[in-house]
């Protein structure tokens, strides 16, 4: 076959360029198809990729989030947002008081990056990424994250080799040993009051994208089918560990005719700072590694909680809460990461690291869910999966 112009490489990669940038239109208002191109190239990506160009981007990846911490903390971000056009980096020195050859260096591989356009020589404006990071979940969480994840990991390789390379299953860990410290991350936070506004607008902003267990499983066979409708006291789901209630009232939201009373479980200090909820949830203060107050409920709902902590502290909180199920009744249900043995996604692969670095806790595949729920005399009767990306269901009841 002779070579035709239609054929020619350089051809095909402007034809594919054009057909990505037509897509791009098509799927910009379409979060699902966009999503789905973003995989394709992604995908691409890691294909065309070097591996010397794979291994120099992660040595570089500390430099642009370091610089963005300066741009953050210098407050250089929220002035430009702010003025809503461009700035040059004397006005941003003026009204920042960060030098103007700092704010000069420290922006150039943000426009790289594409975080803020250069308007002009030495000119920024924001763009929607800055913007965006004036969100107060994603400003607090930025910081949150490189305070306190960032130091962490970076420090967790020299760490591990101390102590032999042995795996983290409970303090001291990564955490204790970057902040010179024995506390926990969250005794840690409650005496570092800025770190822990930080934390909390992160995860009050992570609450508004994550889906509602019972949107994504039939919360209707698993646990109404079947719950007590005869003793107006029966208990139909604990929230063990609920924060301040935005799951369980979600769920009282979407059944309001349940039978049986919802209950939200937490520590003092979270109990006491519910602002708002659903009169008929009962608020009980409550330490999860002691004896678990409500007996025999059809749920004890747990999301998110043991993720945070190593394996034998997830059998201590496990058992209190199997001491008080119901044989035949009663069920745990689970609502967290449930990792396949390969091929995991980077997303839950890269939480998992996270959770070594800050609690000394873990993401777990299947076999682990079910060794860790078998020592606390649980059986897994059901993994409710829907796919790699997205979390799981477990559904545990006595063994
Ligand atoms: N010992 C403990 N007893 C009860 N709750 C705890 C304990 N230690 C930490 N927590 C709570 O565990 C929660 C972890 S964050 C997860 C909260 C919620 N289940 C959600 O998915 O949004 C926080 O609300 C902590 O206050």
Redesign the pocket.
């Known amino acids: 076959m002779g070579s035709t112009p239609e054929s020619s490489i350089g051809f095909r990669i402007t034809a594919l360029a054009k057909d990505i940038d037509a897509l791009y239109n098509d799927v910009s208002q379409d979060e699902t198809f966009r999503k789905e191109l973003f995989g394709v190239i992604q995908g691409a990506m890691a294909k065309v990729e070097s591996p010397m160009e794979t291994i120099w981007r992660m040595i570089m990846s500390p430099h642009a989030s370091s610089a963005l911490m300066v741009m953050i903390r210098s407050g250089v971000l929220t002035n430009l947002v702010a003025a809503g056009k461009p700035k040059t980096s004397k006005e941003l020195a003026e009204s920042t008081g960060a030098s103007e050859t700092l704010i000069v260096r420290m922006m150039r591989p943000l426009t790289a990056l594409g975080i803020f356009y250069e308007a002009d020589v030495y000119t920024y404006e924001a763009t929607p990424i800055s913007r965006l990071l004036t969100a107060p979940p994603l400003f607090g969480g930025y910081q949150f994250m490189f305070d306190l994840a960032a130091r962490s990991l970076t420090n967790m390789p020299r760490f591990l080799e101390r102590t032999g390379f042995k795996h983290v299953d409970g303090p001291p860990g990564p955490f204790q040993d970057s902040n010179n410290t024995e506390d926990l991350m969250?005794p840690y936070l409650m005496k570092h009051p800025d770190m822990m506004s930080n934390f909390n607008a992160f995860?009050a902003g992570s609450?508004e994208t994550r889906p509602d267990w019972f949107q994504k499983f039939d919360a209707q066979s698993i646990i109404l089918d079947g719950a007590n409708k005869d003793d107006p006291d029966a208990v139909l789901l604990v929230?063990?560990?609920?924060?301040e209630g935005?799951?369980v009232e979600a769920f009282k939201k979407e059944f309001p005719n349940a039978p049986g009373r919802l209950v939200l479980?937490?520590?003092p200090p979270?109990i006491d700072n519910i602002k708002q909820l659903d009169a008929a949830i009962l608020r009980q203060k409550?330490?999860?590694?002691d004896e678990q107050p409500v007996k025999g409920s059809r749920a004890y709902y747990?999301?998110?909680?043991f993720h945070?902590w190593p394996n034998e502290r997830c059998v201590d909180i496990m058992k209190r809460i199997a001491d008080a199920m119901t044989k035949g009744y009663s069920k745990l249900i689970i609502f967290e990461w449930i990792l396949a043995a390969r091929d995991v996604p980077l997303y839950p692969a890269l939480l998992d690291v996270n959770m070594m670095a800050l609690l000394n806790g873990r993401e777990r595949t299947k076999q682990e869910w079910t060794e860790l729920l078998e020592a606390a005399g649980l059986k897994v009767s059901k993994f409710h999966m829907i796919g790699p990306e997205e979390e799981g269901l477990i559904e545990a009841e006595l063994a």
Request: charged residues 25%; without cysteine; aromatic residues 8%.
């Open positions: 969250f995860m609450l929230d063990v560990a609920g924060g935005h799951d479980q937490d520590l979270v409550h330490d999860m590694f747990m999301r998110n909680i945070d």
